[in-house]
């Protein structure tokens, strides 16, 4: 079944896609919380990982085990968010009477939002997303909406909202990368 879906995917099939997701995300959620324990940070690259197989679906290889295919790019994607955490220790709170806990970008968002001068710099990152982008993060992070109930309020299939979530976070991320470069820390 997976196989056929995957051989409509690479064709373009936008149900397919869909379907694949849909009957893959529990397995690869179940999968994914094992290797990063960041619940958040999982969905995420699992929304991410489509959104590459959909946007790279004409060059998709011919895969004779689709799960173990999602699976193994799902592990590669996961640990090299991890290493780029390890890079950057602001990534990680410490706080000395709990375990070390991993931020997830809300998280992100809210504490860099704690300094003056960081939140000004932030709103000016922000603005560089387009005003569809920026609806979306601020529906998903800041109101807690999930992709399905952000794409019913914004009359949008649930792929647009995932490819626009992904880009906005690549953008982000990249000028997260230069503060942390310039040297600003998270508190």
Not at 78 to 98: G, M, P, Q, W, Y
Not at 147 to 154: C, F, G, N, V
Request: charged letters at 25%; a neutral charge; hydrophobic letters at 35%.
């Amino acid at each position: 079944m997976e196989g056929k879906l995957w051989q409509e995917l690479q064709n373009g099939n936008e149900e397919a896609f869909m379907k694949l997701y849909n009957q893959s995300y529990q397995v690869l959620y179940s999968f994914g919380s094992r290797v990063h324990a960041n619940s958040q940070v999982v969905k995420d690259t699992i929304h991410e990982m489509f959104c590459e197989l959909w946007d790279q679906h004409a060059r998709l290889p011919q895969v004779e085990n689709v799960r173990a295919y999602l699976f193994t790019y799902l592990k590669r994607k996961l640990l090299r968010e991890i290493t780029i955490e390890v890079k950057h220790h602001s990534f990680v709170r410490e706080d000395s009477s709990r375990p070390q806990m991993e931020l997830s970008y809300e998280d992100m968002l809210v504490n860099l939002e704690t300094d003056e001068e960081t939140r000004n710099r932030l709103r000016h990152y922000l603005q560089k997303l387009t005003p569809a982008q920026l609806q979306i993060i601020q529906m998903k992070y800041y109101e807690g909406l999930s992709y399905e109930q952000i794409a019913h309020q914004l009359q949008l299939q649930p792929r647009t909202v995932y490819n626009r979530v992904y880009e906005s976070l690549q953008l982000l991320r990249k000028y997260l990368n230069l503060l942390l470069l310039l040297g600003i820390t998270l508190p």
